[in-house]
């Protein structure tokens, strides 16, 4: 296999899947009450159909989210063979501003996520120390539901960046 990697173009959803399964952190970008662009970094869960992701109380871009549910959202990695995943959607509010349980006593449906898929994919045997730190604060849970989702891997020009008049056969790098 080249450092390039071994496949070049969009991905398949199941390499998508397990791409999205890795310890990967995104980059969700908002619009800040003013209309101005917004981005932080966040954990995420991705169920097959939507992206998950929790926010603190306090945190401006739940709020920003709340307002107007635009919202993209990138995965990615910073090394070869490269591979990402762009997301334009919707957030939806699953939960506004919940502690970790709900006033019926259940587990708040980020908890239940947490716990299983989110916390461990991050830290490991570490995750349950974190989540009882942490979980005494109440949060938000945003599901993101996709609208256009754009993938790639490899380290390579897609087609429509050739310049053709430079390369008249579209060939003008290196893949594999």
Known sequence: ???????????SVEEMNEFLAGPWLARLACLSADGAPYIVPVWYHWDGDAFW???RKRSEWAYYLAADPRVSLVVDEAVPPIRKVICEGTAIVVEE???PYLENGEKSIWN?????HTGPRYLGDKAAEY???VNVEPCWTFRIVPKKLTTWQGFGWHPRYKHTEL???GDNDETP
Do not use: F, H, N, T
């Open 53 to 55: 992701v929790v926010g």
């Open 97 to 99: 501003a919940v502690g």
């Open 131 to 133: 989540r009882g730190s």
């Open 167 to 169: 390369y008249p056969d």
């Open 1 to 11: 296999m080249s450092w390039r990697g071994d496949k070049l173009g969009g991905m």
């Open 112 to 116: 239940q996520i947490g716990e299983k």
